[in-house]
């Protein structure tokens, strides 16, 4: 099985921005494509940005459009999300996640990571 470590989260003031990064074991990481989902307190998983498997195309939710960046580097088996001009709503657990297809719902998602915490203060 695959197994995802996120880290990077911790605790900002809005407008400032934060990395995370999504470590990757026990597969073939260039087969995935890979994903970010976030999860804020009362509210469903939520699809934040994916990535193919070549780094060739990129896909965001509207609510981070221009404002994340997603990236992979194969040859490291990570895959990051560069986090800038950060809001009060996008606290949440950031999870990291890796598919054979593309997706935009959990249940596209075949493993997870155990998410890492973002909290921004106003």
């Known amino acids: 099985q695959v197994q995802l470590v996120e880290s990077g989260g911790g605790v900002v003031q809005a407008g400032g921005s934060l990395r995370l990064s999504c470590a990757a074991s026990?597969?073939?990481?260039?087969?995935?494509?890979t994903y970010w989902f976030r999860q804020a307190p009362g509210k469903e998983r939520e699809f934040v940005a994916r990535?193919?498997?070549?780094?060739?195309?990129?896909y965001y939710a509207d609510s981070v459009k221009g404002r994340f960046t997603i990236s992979r580097d194969n040859a490291k088996n990570t895959v990051y999300l560069q986090m800038d001009r950060l809001k009060p709503e996008d606290t949440a657990v950031y999870y990291c996640?890796?598919?054979?297809?593309?997706?935009?719902?959990?249940?596209?998602?075949?493993?997870w990571g155990k998410g890492t915490v973002v909290t921004v203060s106003s």
């Open positions: 996640g890796a598919g054979w297809v593309v997706s935009s719902t959990p249940d596209g998602i075949t493993y």
């Open positions: 026990g597969g073939t990481f260039s087969n995935y494509v």
């Open positions: 990535i193919n498997k070549k780094s060739i195309t990129t």
